[in-house]
């Protein structure tokens, strides 16, 4: 099956500092891609969506200033938490669906654990 | 309104019984798919079964199947033959309409755990 890979897998930084974290389909092209949060012991909340070359689609109540999505290429996207604080540390996990290709499948990253401190 | 429920936050079976995991979901669309995923303690989201709303036949992925029932709107994962390695958490997904772009929405998952 399709590969979805992020980097990195975990981070620790300090609050205030602004982590980067990386979503990349790896042999498949991907328009639209999706950012979920996972804190302990609860289910995947979507972020927003990503579609390659336009601005994201934030769900609500998720602050977009804060949380910054480039989606610059068909095989990257990319997830910027600026300005962390240890409320936003939590398991963020990306997921995909190929272009221009029928069927139902959605690939998901292995998640990248941030740590606030 | 929750779009998909799952109303056992924890399960217990005995390794190589059978057991059910609950799904409802709610949805005005008459396109939809709905999907089953597995999340070890590791974290990553391991696709185990899919159902269209258009199926006429229950889904079936190996230990794997489901129980689709349209008009109750329910979609249980039944796995069969337990093993310790079944331990894990659960979630149940829909996708509404055919947009490429639309999400999937997960419920609150169900944490199973496979006794020896």
């Known amino acids: 099956g399709a590969v979805v890979s992020q980097h990195p897998s975990w981070v620790i930084c300090k609050s205030g500092t602004s982590v980067k974290i990386e979503c990349r389909s790896l042999d498949f092209q991907a328009t639209t891609m999706f950012w979920y949060r996972q804190f302990p012991k609860q289910s995947l909340m979507l972020m927003a969506t990503s579609n390659e070359g336009s601005k994201a689609t934030y769900e609500q109540g998720v602050e977009k200033d804060k949380f910054l999505i480039n989606h610059a290429s068909l095989t990257l996207s990319t997830l910027t938490v600026t300005s962390a604080h240890p409320e936003d540390s939590s398991f963020y996990i990306c997921?995909?669906?190929?272009?221009?290709?029928?069927?139902?499948?959605?690939?998901f990253g292995p998640g990248t654990r941030l740590t606030v401190t | 309104a929750q779009k998909i429920t799952q109303t056992q936050p924890g399960m217990f079976v005995q390794e190589k019984e059978a057991v059910t995991l609950d799904c409802t979901y709610d949805t005005s669309d008459p396109s939809y798919g709905l999907f089953w995923y597995k999340q070890p303690s590791s974290g990553e989201m391991i696709f185990l079964i899919y159902?269209?709303?258009?199926?006429?036949q229950n889904a079936t992925e190996g230990r794997y199947s489901l129980n689709f029932q349209k008009a109750r709107k329910s979609a249980n994962l039944v796995i069969s033959a337990s093993q310790l390695g079944d331990s894990a958490m659960y979630f149940c997904a829909m996708r509404e309409g055919r947009e490429r772009n639309t999400p999937l929405v997960f419920g609150k998952g169900t944490r199973l755990s496979v006794i020896a």
């Open positions: 997921s995909a669906r190929e272009s221009g290709r029928l069927g139902y499948e959605q690939y």
């Open positions: 159902q269209g709303s258009y199926d006429q």
